[in-house]
Nanobody
Framework: QVQLVESGGGLVQPGGSLRLSCVAS????????MNWYRQNSGKQREWVAR?????????AYADSVKGRFTISRDNAKNTVYLQMNSLKSEDTAVYYC?????????WGQGTQVTVSS
């Protein structure tokens, strides 16, 4: 059974940093691309970043976070990270990690990030 557990959210001031973690179980982690999404109340869930599997683990980012967020993975720990720097109030959201396998999307429960002074 695939399970994703996010952590690392919290309250941070504008301009601050947070690092989110997502630990995966029940999946051959190193074989799959991992994604981060976010959802603010009243808005649709928004894709944030992606890291591919395999050697090199190429990455991609939404324009809204490019240059401020960095996605990475540690296959030995079955963990994907999202380093968030220069946070803005509009980054406030619940952040989710997601994996797609066997024609299904699997989501974690989310972790709340609040950027406020």
């Amino acid at each position: 059974q695939v399970q994703l557990v996010e952590s690392g959210g919290g309250l941070v001031q504008p301009g601050g940093s947070l690092r989110l973690s997502c630990v995966a179980s029940g999946v051959s982690f190193s074989s799959y691309a991992m994604n981060w999404y976010r959802q603010n109340s009243g808005k649709q869930r928004e894709w944030v970043a992606r890291i591919n599997s395999g050697r090199g683990s190429s990455t991609a980012y939404a324009d809204s976070v490019k240059g401020r967020f960095t996605i990475s993975r540690d296959n030995a720990k079955n963990t994907v990270y999202l380093q968030m720097n220069s946070l803005k109030s509009e980054d406030t959201a619940v952040y989710y990690c997601k994996v797609y396998l066997n024609y299904r999307h699997f989501w974690g429960q989310g972790t709340q990030v609040t950027v406020s002074s």
